[in-house]
């Protein structure tokens, strides 16, 4: 069975600086693509970025670029989304995403970020 777990979410200040990790079991990370989403309080689930199983190419949504990065560590089954300068609009809920012949979510990790 596929799980994907995410963690490191918390409270932070504006312009701090989180890491979440999104731990894979049940399918080899080095084998697919991993995207990142967050939703925030009463919008519409958003895509953060994603990052190429094949070439390590990243794609970061405009709002988190030059803030954010993603990262992945194949041995560990891990895919890292390191947070940067953060801002209160970045307040959401964090989810890992998989497509491995279905749709596959985490269960979210929290980011609040305060002014």
């Known amino acids: 069975e596929v799980r994907l777990v995410e963690s490191g979410g918390g409270l932070v200040q504006a312009g701090g600086s989180l890491r979440l990790s999104c731990a894979l079991s049940g399918v080899t990370l080095a084998d697919y693509d991993v995207a990142w989403f967050r939703r925030a309080p009463e919008k519409e689930r958003e895509g953060v970025g994603c990052?190429?199983?094949?070439?390590?190419?990243?794609y970061l949504t405009d709002s988190v670029k030059g803030r954010f990065t993603i990262s992945r560590d194949n041995a560990k089954n891990t895919v890292y989304l390191q947070m940067n300068s953060l801002k209160p609009e970045d307040t959401a809920v964090y989810y890992c995403y998989v497509v491995v012949l279905k749709r596959y979510w985490g269960q979210g990790t929290q980011v609040t970020v305060s002014s």
């Open positions: 990052i190429s199983s094949r070439t390590g190419d990243t």
